[in-house]
């Protein structure tokens, strides 16, 4: 970073920070929560509540039932026991985390949701700010939470720290947005430019568009907190359905009153 200062390649004290998620060498039958190794337990009780209910059954038709048949049965059931007993050795040592979360081949990955539906990786989240002219990595992070709601300062600050300057500009996306990292960087000197979270609704592509100032903009601004202004608190979630829905009766109207105009002249 020092050459990079040097060369005069970070004049400009601006950076975006966002975060990557990298799959850990941890397959994810090997990463237990509190959820899936309750599910994970109840699946195995039931196998053998199953297995349990076949032998009575075989007890009751006598020697209609094979003993080779009889004798599996007793054997998986023997085994699903075992899986109880190592399940729950393994759920002792996942209570004793902070995060009830525990990963067998790699014990610092965690378990993190992804973009996609339903979808998720045992791994790491990697924080990066890069400063926004040259696209340089000043600060990198690898961390195993999963949201990056709690980055925000502390990857600014890091930033900030690398490029050798009292204040900065930070760009981030709405996933960073938390009250209090956004006064840890106020009050520390750093300028930060993120969307509010909406809750559950979403925003118009126009509301979109609105909501998420460039930093060009931000600097014409005059106010010393432009993620907090009043034009950004009083967006609303609009579901974009209703957009795509007025689209065509707006372009219906503009073609009806194109006829009318040609056919007037």
């Known amino acids: 970073m020092a050459l990079c200062r040097e060369l005069d390649l970070l004049s400009e004290a601006s950076v975006a920070i966002d975060g990557s998620k990298f799959k850990a060498v941890n397959a994810r039958d090997k990463n237990f929560t509190e959820a899936k190794m309750k599910r994970r337990l109840e699946r195995i009780e039931e196998s053998i509540a199953r297995y349990i209910a076949q032998l009575e059954t075989a007890d009751r038709r006598g020697d209609a039932v094979p003993e ?65 002219k040259n ?40 996933g960073y947005y938390e009250s209090e990292e956004i006064k840890a960087c106020e009050e520390s000197g750093i300028t930060v430019t993120l969307p509010k979270r909406h809750g559950r609704g979403r925003l118009s592509l126009s509301r979109r568009r609105a909501a998420h100032l460039s930093l060009y903009e931000r600097r014409g601004r005059k106010d010393a907190a432009p993620l907090l202004d009043k034009q950004l ?33």
């Open 68 to 132: 080779a048949k009889v004798a599996r049965f007793k054997d998986k059931i023997v085994k699903l026991n075992e899986e109880i007993a190592r399940l729950s050795a393994i759920k002792a040592e996942m209570m004793k985390s902070k995060d009830k979360q525990i990963s067998l081949t790699d014990p610092d990955a965690r378990s993190m949701a992804t973009s996609g539906r339903d979808t998720g990786i045992v791994g790491y989240n990697v924080q990066t700010a890069v400063d926004t």
């Open 135 to 174: 696209h340089l990595i000043v600060a990198h992070e690898v961390t195993n939470v999963g949201t990056d709601r709690h980055q925000l300062s502390n990857m600014a600050e890091q930033a900030r720290t690398e490029m050798g300057v009292e204040t900065l500009d930070a760009v981030a996306d709405r």
């Open 233 to 265: 608190q009083n967006l609303r979630a609009e579901s974009s359905v209703h957009d795509r829905l007025r689209t065509p009766h707006h372009a219906m109207g503009a073609r009806s009153r194109s006829r009318e105009s040609s056919g007037s002249a």
